[in-house]
């Protein structure tokens, strides 16, 4: 630390009063935990999607195929995609429960609207990664639930019909649906979300944490 501290002064400071940060007391439980589960179930993902991005391959012809060798021939592959997988699962579950804690404690009210409508597009954010991954193993379930996604957007007022072209890649399902969803499930989404993320935490840490009812 000291030979931090002599090239980049003050960084001491600041470790410290992150490490000294006090926590009241009636957040040590179980419920005021479930927004840092939800956030170590999303880092599970990004680690976990990492490897498999190193051997998947978004292309119609070879996506199921590299999902198969993933699971059957890469070294641990198939722990890796289920931790991907049931981590996923467990983050749209927490995500759920952390807004109905929010909600229930009144957390929500001023002055922490903001911060609020963050967690708002957070949940949205979770489902679209969700969503967009789902089609990733390019397998019959994956293809017509993502079909059927479109189509639902579709119905939209106004913006369904351009939404609906924009996510197929055409009029019809056409190859670029494919990697239209991989480049939002990879990049897009994911760099969003950690946008989102640091403003979600940066509001927490000015307004601190919300009283007991």
Same mark, same amino acid.
């Given at each position: 630390m000291n030979w931090l501290e002599e090239r980049l002064p003050g960084i001491g400071k600041v470790a410290e009063d992150i490490a000294e940060h006090p926590v009241p007391s009636h957040t040590l439980n179980i419920f005021y935990c479930l927004g840092g589960l939800t956030l170590l179930a999303f880092l599970v993902q990004? $680690? +976990?999607? /990492?490897? /498999? =991005?190193l051997y998947y391959k978004p292309t119609p012809e070879a996506a199921f195929a590299s999902v198969q060798m993933i699971t059957n021939e890469v070294r641990f592959g =198939? +722990?890796? *995609? %289920? @931790? !991907? !997988?049931?981590a996923a699962n467990l983050m749209i579950l927490l $995500?759920? @429960? !952390?807004? /109905? *804690?929010v909600y229930y404690t009144g957390s929500f009210k001023k002055p922490r609207e903001l911060n609020w409508l963050a967690g708002c597009f957070l949940l $949205? @954010? %979770?489902l679209g990664l969700a969503f967009t991954g789902y089609l990733l193993p390019y397998e019959q379930l994956s293809y017509w639930a993502s079909v059927i996604g479109a189509e639902t957007a579709g119905s939209l007022p106004v913006v369904g019909a351009t939404m609906k072209i924009m996510m197929q890649g055409g009029i019809k399902v056409t190859a670029e649906m494919l990697s239209r969803f991989y480049v939002l499930h990879v990049m897009i989404l994911p760099l969003v979300t950690i946008g989102f993320l640091v403003a979600h935490f940066i509001m927490i840490r000015v307004q601190g944490i919300s009283d007991p009812m």
């Open positions: 990004c $680690v +976990t999607g /990492l490897f /498999l =991005a =198939a +722990t890796i *995609r %289920s @931790l !991907h !997988h049931w $995500v759920f @429960l !952390h807004m /109905l *804690r $949205v @954010l %979770s």
